[in-house]
C-alpha cells in the first residue's frame, strides 16, 4: 500500500507538492505519510475525553457505604469500574461506564478532569 501511495505522489507531484505548501502555509500540518492522517483523525473521534483516566469518585451519599476497588480502561471510551461495600471482604460489583456518562449506579463521573 505504502508503494502504491509514494507512486501516486510521484506521477501526482505537480499536485501534491503545491498542495503540501498551501497546507503548510495556512496552518494545516503537512504529514508526508498515510498513518500520521489516520493517527490525527482517531483523536478527533475522541475529542473531549480526557487523555488519562476520568476522575471516577463515589455519590455524596454513597460514599460511607460503597468503597472502589479498581479502574481498569477497557478502550478509548469504556473503563471497568469495580466497588464493593465497605466491611465485606467478598463479592463485589463492577460497572461498565461508557463515555459521556456522568452517573453510573453508585458513581460519578467527570470526564473533564484526568487522574493520571
Same mark, same amino acid.
Given at each position: 500500500m505504502k508503494i502504491v501511495s509514494?507512486?501516486?505522489?510521484?506521477v501526482f507531484?505537480?499536485?501534491?507538492?503545491?498542495?503540501?505548501l498551501l497546507k503548510?502555509?495556512? @496552518? @494545516? =500540518? =503537512? =504529514? @508526508?505519510s498515510s498513518s500520521n492522517s489516520v493517527s490525527s483523525n482517531s483523536s478527533n473521534k475522541t475529542q473531549g475525553i480526557a487523555s488519562g483516566t476520568p476522575l471516577i469518585t463515589l455519590a455524596k451519599n454513597e460514599e460511607l457505604k460503597y468503597e472502589i476497588v479498581n479502574i481498569r480502561r477497557n478502550n478509548a471510551k469504556q473503563f471497568l469500574v469495580k466497588y464493593k461495600e465497605r466491611g465485606k471482604n467478598t463479592g463485589g460489583n463492577q460497572v461498565i461506564v461508557d463515555w459521556p456518562t456522568k452517573q453510573k449506579g453508585p458513581l460519578r463521573i467527570d470526564w473533564s478532569k484526568s487522574v493520571s
Open positions: 509514494l507512486l501516486l505522489k510521484i507531484c505537480w499536485i501534491y507538492i503545491p498542495y503540501l503548510m502555509i495556512f @496552518g @494545516g =500540518s =503537512s =504529514s @508526508g
